[in-house]
Nanobody, 124 residues
Framework: QVQLVESGGGLVQPGGSLRLSCAAS????????MGWYRQAPGKQRELVAA????????NYADSVKGRFTISRDNAKNTLYLQMNSLKPEDTAVYYC?????????????????WGQGTQVTVSS
């Protein structure tokens, strides 16, 4: 129905930067919310940052405020996460999440989709 493809993860030294991308495709009628989550080994998945597509309001986890920036390109249905001043504790698998409405035969249907995850490793 709605597919999300993530890219941009990798290995970076402490203090470095990475930019994650998440492209949404499929029969999308509208998108209401987009966000990034992460899950470190042995820990629960947590919200990193989220953005509303209407108005553009954002919210961030306290641990990433001032270092990470979430943005989106509505025309391309693409979500980004710019991560600066990375720390070893940022190491995790990062997932994008997109919610909205999709077109299915005969009607509209709400969707809530997840990306496949991309590994971010911060290590010297």
């Amino acid at each position: 129905q709605v597919q999300l493809v993530e890219s941009g993860g990798g290995l970076v030294q402490p203090g470095g930067s990475l930019r994650l991308s998440c492209a949404a495709s499929g029969s999308i009628f509208s998108i209401t919310a987009m966000g990034w989550y992460r899950q470190a080994p042995g820990k629960q998945r947590e919200l990193v940052a989220a953005i509303r597509t209407t108005g553009g309001s954002t919210n961030y986890a306290d641990s990433v405020k001032g270092r990470f920036t979430i943005s989106r390109d509505n025309a391309k249905n693409t979500l980004y996460l710019q991560m600066n001043s990375l720390k070893p504790e940022d190491t995790a698998v990062y997932y994008c999440n997109v919610a909205g409405t999709a077109v299915v035969p005969g009607h509209l249907s709400n969707f809530d989709s997840w990306g496949q995850g991309t590994q971010v490793t911060v290590s010297s």
